[in-house]
């Protein structure tokens, strides 16, 4: 890596994120486009819907989070550059070598050292290591995701770890004298090989408080919610996710666990053990604020923002759409060039062509000519514009700009 101080010019294959350059290699795949969203820092934006929420979730842990001498159990960490290792971001936690997670298709690579965090769960091992029991991240995460209105390449995520010793853990018990939160025993459904029965379900009564507690808090009691167990992620067992009905279909606004003791031990806290969850904050600011479309976040029309511009975050508000102009839909066919071709690879393709305009992309039909040995892949683009309605010839002219990029750039015939 280069800095300021070195006299060597930057070469063209490196890419400069937020002043620091990086060298490439045949992992990169970041996009101009979501570069130029580092750095953005919505959830740190004074106004911004993001930042009032997690101002929200936070004020709600400083409030029933407290030491006994009354200062809040959870530090917030809310600047931590979005430019990861792949350790932090997949060994530290666990995921096995052939997770999908890892792969190019799915998440942003600066190269193959280097990644665009995809959850902000990559600076758990950091953290504790530090030797905190309790914090709070907040930042921007990046993936190739598909696209529709609840699903967007880039988004921000509030993580939380929470950790107990032994004592702390059974204070709450009538008679902890022989229980112990270890156990040299077998994982089950319920619990890690390493955890008693007892400390696996204490830490998910007080993880499953914690959350219905912040979703009563920011939703009120009416609000619908449902856990789902049989979730899996590498870095919590067992884990669970949370769901709240949002325009008439359940949402998944967490994800949550305990704590894979194995990241503990490897963060030298063997001792300890704990739970923790990562929420996505603009799933639950659209249920809060009743936006409809996750794109919202990044429009820059003060028609949006003006409606945020209170200095409380407890303020009520509900977004009023400044209008609603019709979509128009556009179905693109091709042959796929080969058996590698990804369909992440469409979506971001699309996205870095026609930018925020394009709402939605789904692939509606997939079919092989066996004697030709080729396969064809119909997307379905629904293009609308936050500001206008568009005339067909416009996104006539944006589909056919799509069409030819990716008849350049990914190989694909158009049909
Ligand atoms: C995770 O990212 C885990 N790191 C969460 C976690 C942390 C689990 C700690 C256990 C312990 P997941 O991929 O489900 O999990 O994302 C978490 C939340 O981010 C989701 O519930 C959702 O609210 C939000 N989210 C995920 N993908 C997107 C997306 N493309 N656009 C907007 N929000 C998203
Ligand atoms: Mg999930």
Redesign the pocket.
């Known amino acids: 890596m280069s800095n300021s101080t070195t006299a060597s010019p930057q070469k063209s294959s490196d890419v400069t994120i937020q002043g620091l350059t990086y060298p490439t290699d045949s992992y990169t795949n970041v996009t101009p486009r979501i570069i130029s969203k580092v750095g953005c820092n919505l959830h740190n934006q004074k106004y911004h819907p993001l930042n009032l929420i997690r101002h929200r979730i936070q004020n709600y842990f400083d409030t029933y989070f407290t030491t006994h001498i009354g200062s809040p159990v959870f530090s917030v960490f809310d600047n931590i550059s979005p430019v990861v290792s792949v350790y932090q971001n997949f060994d530290s936690l666990l995921f096995p070598p052939d997770h999908p997670g890892r792969t190019v298709s799915d998440t942003y690579y600066v190269n193959s050292q280097q990644l665009l965090r995809?959850?902000?769960?990559a600076h758990q091992e950091d953290l504790i290591k530090m030797g905190l029991d309790a914090f709070l991240v907040a930042g921007d995460?990046y993936?190739r995701?598909e696209i529709d209105a609840?699903?967007?390449?880039v988004?921000h995520?509030m993580?939380a770890v929470r950790l107990f010793q032994e004592k702390e853990l059974f204070a709450r018990v009538n008679d902890p004298t022989n229980l112990s939160i270890f156990e040299d025993g077998k994982r089950t459904a319920d619990k890690q090989e390493f955890h008693s029965l007892e400390a696996a379900k204490l830490l998910e009564y007080d993880l499953k408080k914690t959350l219905s507690g912040l979703a009563d808090c920011l939703f009120g009691k009416e609000v619908e919610m449902r856990w789902v167990d049989d979730v899996y992620?590498p870095?919590?067992h067992p884990?669970w996710?949370l769901e709240i009905m949002f325009e008439g279909e359940w949402l998944?606004?967490?994800?949550?666990?305990i704590t894979e003791q194995k990241i503990l031990h490897n963060a030298g806290a063997s001792h300890k053990v704990g739970w923790?969850?990562?929420?996505?904050l603009?799933?639950l600011a659209m249920k809060l604020y009743n936006i409809p479309d996750?794109r919202l976040f990044w429009s820059n029309d003060p028609g949006f923002l003006k409606q945020f511009r209170v200095d409380d975050p407890n303020t009520p508000i509900t977004y009023k759409p400044i209008s609603s102009y019709p979509p128009c839909i556009n179905d693109m066919s091709f042959w796929i060039p080969n058996e590698e071709f990804r369909s992440n690879d469409f979506y971001d393709l699309v996205r870095s062509v026609a930018g925020d305009i394009v709402e939605r992309v789904e692939l509606v039909d997939e079919f092989t000519q066996v004697a030709k040995q080729r396969t064809s892949h119909c997307y379905r683009i629904t293009y609308r514009h936050m500001d206008k309605t568009f005339t067909q010839a416009e996104v006539n002219d944006l589909h056919t700009k799509v069409g030819r990029a990716a008849t350049d750039l990914l190989g694909v015939t158009l049909r």
């Open positions: 995809a959850h902000t769960t995460v993936r995701d609840s699903h967007y390449p988004f995520q993580d992620f870095f919590t884990s996710e998944e606004v967490l994800g949550c666990g923790a969850f990562g929420l996505g603009e799933r996750i």
